[in-house]
Structure formats: C-alpha cells, structure tokens
C-alpha cells in the first residue's frame, strides 16, 4: 500500500508539482475537517486519517483546527512521522511536542527570503521617505503634505541594523548596500557568509547605538517573546525607525508605542502583529507609520516555491528516509 500523505491546508500553486513528486510514490488526501474535534477524531483508529505518515501542512488551516499544539501532536496516530510545514516561521507549531513524539518536522527556508526582504525593503523606504502619509494626502485630494522633507531622508549613508542575519536578512543586506546604506548585524554568532562590508556586532547594544533603522529577523520562540523591549528601543537614537517582518511577539508592543507617542522612534513599518488578523487600533491614530497585513511571502511566485520545498521534503522522507529542512532544533 502506498504511504498516506495529509495535505493539512491548501495547495494553490503547486497541484502539478503534487502528482509529479507525489503522485507516483503515495496516496495523497486532503483534510476536510471543519472543526479541530473532527480533526482529531480523524486519527482514531480506523478513522479517515489513520495510517498518515507525512503531513503538509499551512497557516490556513489554524482557521479551522487552530495551531498544532500539543493537543493535536499528541493525538497523531504513531504512523505520523513527518510534518513539512510550508512557511518559513514555525511557531504555530509545538516543536517539543513533535520531538517527543518522534515527529521530524520540516520548514522552507530560503524560499522566502527574496519575498520577505523585498517587503522588509519597501517597509524601510516607506517609513525613511515618510511615503504612506503622503499618498493619504494625495488621495485626501491635498496634494503634497506641508513641509513633508522635514520628516522625509535619503536612504543613502544612513545606517541599517538587522537583528538575525539568517536567509531574509542577508537578502535585505544585499538590498539595501545598492544606495549603499550602512550595514551593520547582530546574531548570536558572526555569519560565516556574511559579506565583508556587513560588519558584525557581538553586542546588540553597540549595534542599536549606532542604528538608524533596526529591522527585525528573528524567530519567535518562547525566549525571543518581547526581545525588543522598552530596554533596547530606547539604545536606538532618538529618530530612529523600526522594521518587522519576522511575528510581532519579539517586538513589545506596548513598549513600541510609547516611544512613538513620545517621538523616541520616528516611524515604525509593521507586516507582522502580536494577535493577527487583530492590529492593535491605537497603531492606526499614527499617520507617520507603515502598516501592512503580513504580505511576506504574498506572491505566486514565492508560493509556488514554498509548496515545492515542503513537498520535496515529503518526497525525500518517503524515498529517502530523511529531508532538507529539518528546523534547527531537530539538527
Ligand atoms: O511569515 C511567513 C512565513 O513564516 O513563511
């Protein structure tokens, strides 16, 4: 009998690519389940997802059966093996829960980045050129803000701090030197691959201080809830602007606002918030911010790449036994 393959989510680009890595080496079925009961009822035995090896799984389906929690990990029949999320983020999935249950679970690293660093760039040239609250203008039939280069800079010669220099921000690195702007990183340790005009700070104090954005790459995972807080935006000069594109846990909200209110920070541009489809009402009073709702990886071509990477992994674990992407904690 051939292995039993879950799609958990939807497949919107990539059908062709499913029967081609898929279709000769498994049965693939899709979840139809309204609610998280039926979900896991599904998994009883003889119920309709008994004997799944490998699940696909996306954001989407959080809509109906919520996040893979322990709950739902715990209620896998043994025969799961392989989780290949399709999303660079996992944190809407209980790693440890996998662990111990002798899960692997996959992401899709590197397929996102050109995607999110390009929505991180242009969160960057919106809130520097101060652009949103003109095109509010415009449309408002009022042409031009008074005395808008006041609050507007070039982009060339100002600094850019990137917390976590993995595939995003390395991209967006490479972006923005084409002004040039400055470079300057900080991750847990210096970046083997980084080039030499990125220059590494072991103290992400030292690389606030010299900051004139500060823009956001790091997972959110139970130790980076609320990494920037009031502590490390106020390091940042006053002026100075804030990037997120990676989940708006790591940033303390609260905190963020209050330098807002108060002109610590200039303009903050958000793709990413701490309860989404929710953003936080009081973000919408500050005209001189950028607010997206999370268009990271918002495109076909980018999508299409994400399925391709999370069924390449089930197609490895099936032929091979093993996968590409297995996230870190699982190395
Ligand atoms: O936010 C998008 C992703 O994690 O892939």
């Known amino acids: 009998m051939a292995p039993r393959i879950l799609i958990v989510g939807k497949i919107v680009w990539a059908d ?10 498994a049965e693939v079925i899709t979840y139809d389940s309204p609610t998280r009961a039926d979900f896991l009822q599904g998994f009883k035995p003889n119920g ?4 799944v090896v490998g699940i696909f799984r996306d954001n989407t389906s959080a809509d109906h059966i919520g996040f ?7 209620g896998f029949s043994s025969s799961v093996k392989w989780i290949a999320h399709n999303g660079a983020g996992y944190d809407q999935i209980d790693v440890h829960a996998c662990i ?10 590197g397929a996102v980045d050109d995607a999110s660093a390009t929505t991180a760039l242009y969160l960057l040239i919106s809130t520097v050129r101060q652009y949103a609250i003109t095109e509010r203008s415009l449309r408002e039939g009022k042409w031009k803000p ?20 993995g595939g995003i921000g390395l991209r967006l690195a490479e972006l923005a030197h084409a002004f040039p702007m400055r470079i300057i990183y900080h991750s847990r340790n210096k970046v083997p691959n980084a080039p030499e005009w990125c220059e590494y700070f ?4 030292d690389m606030l201080a010299e900051a004139d954005v500060l823009s956001v790459h790091v997972p959110l995972r139970a130790d980076t809830v609320g990494l920037v807080g009031e502590k490390w935006i106020r390091k940042l000069k006053k002026g100075s602007i804030i990037i997120n594109t990676a989940r708006g846990k790591v940033i303390d909200e609260d905190a963020m ?3 807002l209110e108060d002109g610590h920070l200039a303009s903050v541009g958000l793709d990413v918030y701490p309860n989404e489809p929710e953003v936080n009402p009081r973000l919408l009073d500050f005209p001189n911010i950028t607010l997206l709702p ?21 197609k490895d674990f099936i032929t091979l036994g093993k996968g590409k992407d297995v996230v870190v904690e699982m190395k």
């Open 16 to 25: 062709e690519d499913v029967k081609q890595l898929l279709g000769p080496i």
């Open 68 to 74: 893979f929690d322990k709950e739902i990990i715990d």
């Open 48 to 51: 309709k997802y008994d004997g």
């Open 294 to 314: 999370h268009m990271g990886t918002e495109t076909q071509d980018t999508q299409r790449k994400m399925e391709v990477r999370a069924l390449t992994n089930l």
């Open 146 to 165: 008074k005395g808008h280069s006041s609050r507007s800079h070039d982009l060339t010669g100002r600094t850019l701090a990137i917390l976590g220099l």
């Open 257 to 259: 606002i209050r330098a």
């Open 100 to 109: 111990a249950k002798g899960i692997t679970l996959s992401n899709t690293p």
């Open 202 to 205: 072991p103290k992400v104090e």
